[in-house]
């Protein structure tokens, strides 16, 4: 079982609409979760990290945690043509400094 | 965010040949640093994770004497491949963290490797 799941895609949505990104994660320890934004070519930028269950803002963005089901969300909110790119979904256990990255969930924006 | 500088974006090299890659912490001290590996289409793959002053510890298949791995300072990670060849060809990307746990990671800008 893959520790760090997500849904490959691609994932398209109207421009201005919302788009739900979702990943699970098989270590119940898992305790930081981040979600990166990787252009093709580019390496990953950080958009948001969450710790406590529940939703975090920031902006446009919304990232939601369930401890309890294993799962973290992004949402975005009135997406836009640049926000197409690849999602990638991390995960940091307790006590490491290791990161276990999902495959990654192609985003298309469709203006 | 913090800044990870990484250096060359590209680099093209003779099968053969060595090439070092360099991760730099610009604004913050990284006591913890990665390599990833990442071929076309995939995600990333842990290489393996740098700690200042001590040796890398690997991810399992990841031969150590191929890739070098050197963190001889709280802002300086440097990878090493040595005897490339063509299948060694890819997107190698560092990340830097504070050092403590539960914190995020930031990427440098990748170095695009073009094994010929």
């Known amino acids: 079982q893959k520790e760090v799941e997500q849904n490959s895609g691609p994932l398209s949505v109207p421009e201005g609409a919302i788009a739900s990104l979702n990943c699970t994660y098989s270590?119940?320890?898992?305790?930081?979760f981040f979600w990166y934004r990787q252009y093709s070519g580019k390496s990953p930028e950080l958009i948001m990290f969450?710790?406590?269950?529940g939703d975090k803002e920031d902006g446009r963005f919304t990232a939601q945690l369930n401890k309890a089901s294993q799962y973290v969300s992004l949402l975005i909110r009135d997406s836009q043509p640049s926000d197409s790119a690849t999602y990638l979904c991390a995960v940091n256990g307790p006590g490491t400094y290791k990161y276990i990255f999902g495959t990654g969930t192609r985003l298309k924006v469709l203006a | 965010g913090a800044v990870v500088s990484q250096h060359p974006s590209w680099v093209i090299c003779k099968s053969g040949t060595s090439v070092k890659i360099e991760c730099r912490s610009l604004d913050f001290q990284a006591t913890t640093m990665f390599w990833y590996r990442q071929f076309p289409k995939q995600s990333l793959m842990l290489m393996a994770t740098?700690?200042?002053?001590?040796?890398?510890?690997?991810e399992q298949g990841v031969e150590k004497d191929k890739f070098l791995i050197n963190h001889a300072s709280l802002t300086l990670s440097t990878l090493t491949v040595t005897s490339a060849h063509p299948e060694d060809s890819s997107f190698y990307i560092c990340s830097a963290s504070r050092g403590t746990t539960n914190t995020e990671a930031f990427f440098g800008q990748g170095t695009r490797l073009t094994v010929v």
């Open positions: 270590d119940r320890g898992s305790q930081s």
């Open positions: 740098s700690n200042e002053g001590s040796k890398a510890t690997y």
């Open positions: 969450i710790y406590s269950n």
